[in-house]
């Protein structure tokens, strides 16, 4: 970040605030299993800064979650959200789990336990929390019933991406793929470019990566490869995300890359390809929806696509994007391109705090509104400047951070300078 604070010549008191998390929580969570045997997780919810308000970010369920993992992505979304100019700062939850290896009951107990752990330091006036990675609107009524339960008040402002019964917003499932592809889409105006004339492929067909394929496909661009963490599926004319991941979900089955089994897939001549071949296909947009550090330094020169949409949080290190930039390959920022989660957050946070419940039309229009308007802001900046979008986007975010720490003074300030 030091290239981003010099540029704008930010107050030395806004490197120091930023240098790192202003809390840690940390807590052991004792869970009943199902055989009556105890088991132990590691949870965290850390609060990185929140000068411009309450803190926000979602909670993740993985074995690979540790501290580290859980600063890094909480100082990501402190940059989120000052990017699309939501009025929070940033925080990030996660346990180190496999979610997977869990039954429903013993996954209940879980996210009833992290808040016991940590209710005490979330809120809707300090921190709230929402999905992140295998954590989804299920956890997130269980854990918003737990913070009833232990307070005797129904708070659903307390949490984001809530099931609909409970306070959740229409269109919060969908909302961070829908966001993916409005920055698409602006980017792609912008370059004089038609949907019809661009393909895609999309790593990590989960949660975000089949909202953003179905949605992207109904507007006419071509999805010409899927991937999940078992294998990928290829088809040149083009693959329909609807009925695949509706197969994913009735087997359940990710071994041996099932999609090709459905009818779908039978009828398309779909190419089973593995998961790193998909990185390297010859496409105009590489769509990067799974985890972190899925272009580095190793694989970087095999990328043939045009242009990388980041939907996961830090899918390209910092050196890979050094090396895609002098490739002049166009990446569309996780900051900017997978903000539309966080904004349909805000805005079921807002609608809780009223009690005023607005249409999914409404939602989109705003999420639009929003994301599109700062995003156009973003790209402006980088053909001003003559940065790449992502150096763009940190300016764009850390400017703000940087006048939320000034209001309350700041070296220079109280030096009279
Ligand atoms: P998810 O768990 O629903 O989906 C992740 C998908 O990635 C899964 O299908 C998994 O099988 C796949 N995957 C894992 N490793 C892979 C690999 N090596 N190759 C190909 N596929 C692989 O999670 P999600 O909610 O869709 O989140 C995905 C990413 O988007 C994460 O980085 C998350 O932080 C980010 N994100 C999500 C949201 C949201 O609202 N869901 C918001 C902002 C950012």
């Not at 929003?370 to 995003?375: I, K, N, P, R, S």
């Amino acid at each position: 970040m030091a290239g981003i604070y010099d540029r704008l010549e930010v107050d030395e008191d806004v490197r120091r605030q930023l240098q790192q998390p202003s809390r840690i929580h940390e807590a052991a969570i004792p869970v009943r299993m199902d055989d009556g045997s105890l088991r132990v997780f590691n949870g965290w919810r850390i609060q990185y800064d929140q000068s411009r308000g309450p803190g926000k970010g979602g909670i993740r369920f993985h074995p690979d979650v540790d501290a580290d993992e859980v600063a890094t992505l909480s100082f990501w979304m402190v940059l989120k959200c000052a990017v699309v100019n939501l009025p929070f700062g940033g925080a990030k939850g996660g346990v180190q789990v496999d979610p997977k290896s869990l039954s429903r009951l013993e996954l209940e107990r879980l996210s009833r336990g992290y808040i016991r752990a940590f209710y005490d330091v979330i809120g809707p006036d300090r921190d709230i929390p929402a999905p992140d990675v295998n954590t989804n609107e299920t956890v997130m009524g269980w854990m918003a019933d737990e913070y009833a339960e232990i307070t005797r008040m129904k708070v659903p402002a307390i949490i984001t991406g809530k099931p609909p019964g409970m306070g959740g917003s229409a269109g919060r499932a969908a909302a961070t793929g829908r966001g993916a592809l409005y920055v698409l889409d602006a980017w792609a105006e912008r370059k004089g470019k038609n949907p019809e004339d661009l393909t895609i492929a999309v790593q990590g067909f989960g949660n975000a990566g089949y909202h953003f394929a179905r949605l992207a496909q109904e507007s006419g661009y071509r999805i010409v490869a899927l991937s999940d963490s078992q294998g990928a599926i290829h088809a040149d004319q083009g693959l329909d995300p609807e009925p695949i991941w509706r197969h994913k979900n009735e087997t359940r089955e990710l071994k041996g890359m099932v999609y090709c089994e459905s009818s779908v897939c039978t009828e398309n001549d779909v190419d089973q390809i593995s998961k790193d071949d998909l990185l390297a296909l010859d496409v105009d947009v590489l769509v990067l929806a799974a985890l972190e550090n899925a272009i580095t330094a190793d694989n970087v020169d095999k990328v043939r696509a045009g242009a990388i949409l980041e939907i996961a949080n830090g899918p390209v290190t910092s050196e890979a994007d050094k090396h895609l930039n002098e490739k002049n390959i166009t990446v569309l920022p996780d900051v900017l391109a997978n903000a539309g989660g966080v904004i349909v957050s805000y805005l079921e946070w807002v609608q809780n705090r009223t009690g005023d419940y607005w249409s999914e039309s409404y939602i989109n229009e705003r999420l639009a509104d929003q994301l599109v308007g700062q995003a156009q802001l973003c790209f402006d900046r980088a053909e001003e400047e003559k940065v790449d979008y992502r150096v763009a986007a940190y300016l764009q975010s850390v400017e703000r951070i940087a006048s939320a720490l000034a209001s309350r003074g700041t070296q220079r300030y109280f030096n009279g300078d």
